[in-house]
């Protein structure tokens, strides 16, 4: 197939790639968390924590840290979580960590994958199990 010289070819990146090694700072206006207690793989309590603080860091490993303050008073919210990458190319795959409930750690694993990744901004929607019946999901939005 003959290409037009008004064509321009531009490099495609893998969507579930990860952006270039470095710190990126969550974006507080560009991210929501919601926890919920289901019932049969379906929701009957949610609330939204509001997230206060979080990083992502690309490096060997590539950790993931938030910090949330907030919800429903039925739901036990996490205030904070870390969980670190164990690579598995391609893709941002699963982060296994610890969620801070108030005086208690539990283990926490999340299935992230990546949105939208550049040189300078990583979108990630993620979700997994908090303990008990209570389920995370999160979409944020990470810059340098």
Known sequence: MAVDSDTAVLPVRLVNGLPP???YGLRLDRC???VSVRLLGRPLIRTRPRLTGGNLVVGEPTTLELDL???A???RVPTTIEVTHI???PGLGTFEGLARVGDE???LVLRVR???VDDDTAVL???GALFGRSHLELAAEFTR
Do not use: M, N
Request: proline letters at 12%; charged letters at 20%; aromatic letters at 0%.
């Open 69 to 71: 303050r907030g919800g």
């Open 21 to 23: 090694a470095g710190t």
């Open 87 to 89: 690579p598995r190319p």
């Open 32 to 34: 929501v968390a919601e």
């Open 125 to 127: 929607a993620a979700s």
């Open 73 to 75: 008073r039925r739901l």
């Open 105 to 107: 750690t539990h283990p």
């Open 114 to 116: 990546a949105v939208h």
